[in-house]
């Protein structure tokens, strides 16, 4: 199957990225600084629903890798939390101007939009597609 060891190889990054980054987070190595008036809050209103998509995309790895046809729906939810946070996260840094921060936080958070919306993307695809295979 085309594209399957870039599949297990990003889903497990995935996993890696979002629980390293809010452990960061929490143990102050990424402070969170009030921007905008609300920022904190809605900053720190994501932890739970990136946790869904970091496990999502772990047991998509993981039964991906194990040559199980559970990985597809997983995989598939994993792409569309992703796409949900990098379009629902691009569209307030946008009406916010906080997109436009010329900020080493910024450009982190511009990659983890860019990487949200194409990985999800690829995610939805391939796992699609998988379906057939799996």
Known sequence: M???NL???LSFFT???IF????????????????????????????????????????GGYFLLKGKDTANPFGIAAGS????LGLYAFLYG????????QTMDEYIEIAIKIYALS????????????RKVL
Do not use: Q
């Open 7 to 9: 599949a297990i190889g």
């Open 20 to 59: 390293t980054y809010w452990i960061s987070v929490f143990t102050g190595i990424f402070p969170v600084v009030d921007l905008i008036p609300g920022y904190t809050d809605w900053f720190m209103a994501f932890p739970l629903a990136d946790a869904w998509i970091g496990v999502t995309a772990f047991l």
């Open 94 to 101: 946008f009406n916010t101007g906080l997109l436009f921060l």
């Open 2 to 4: 085309k594209n399957k």
């Open 81 to 84: 939390g992703l796409i949900f």
């Open 119 to 130: 990985v999800g993307s690829f995610f939805i695809s391939f796992y699609w597609k998988a």
């Open 15 to 17: 996993t890696f990225g």
